[in-house]
């Protein structure tokens, strides 16, 4: 098992920049497809990037490619995602999940296994 704990969520202007991180503890996360996934007010948790066990793949949302980009340190067993040229529509709970499934990396919600509790992001116009 592992265990996930978000931060680095906050209030930010449209335009700026956050830096989310994902730390993890229990078994190795180099064992473990990596993913963010965020929920807005009133919608349902959304697929937003994914890496791959030793970071050399990635995947992302269209509504965020460009923007922002997940990367980990598993010596640091942590997960990170930079977000830039953040946009109010960007407003949301902020989740990373761990998969353990046998995919390269994983867009699928139902794939993860494990949650963290989230951390909210708040974009101003």
């Known amino acids: 098992q592992v265990q996930l704990v978000e931060s680095g969520g906050g209030l930010v202007q449209a335009g700026g920049s956050l830096r989310l991180s994902c730390a993890a503890s229990?078994?190795?996360?180099?064992?473990?497809?990596m993913g963010w996934f965020r929920q807005a007010p009133g919608k349902t948790r959304e697929f937003v990037a994914t890496?791959?066990?030793?970071?050399?793949?990635?995947t992302y949302a269209d509504s965020v490619k460009g923007r922002y980009t997940i990367s980990r340190d598993n010596s640091k067993k942590t997960v990170y995602l930079q977000m830039n040229n953040l946009k109010p529509e960007d407003t949301a709970v902020y989740y990373c999940?761990?998969?353990?499934?046998?995919?390269?990396?994983?867009?699928?919600?139902?794939?993860?296994?494990?949650w963290g509790q989230g951390t909210q992001v708040t974009v101003s116009s």
């Open positions: 890496i791959s066990t030793g970071g050399s793949f990635t």
């Open positions: 229990g078994r190795a996360l180099s064992t473990y497809v």
């Open positions: 999940g761990a998969s353990s499934g046998l995919d390269i990396v994983d867009t699928r919600e139902s794939r993860y296994a494990y």
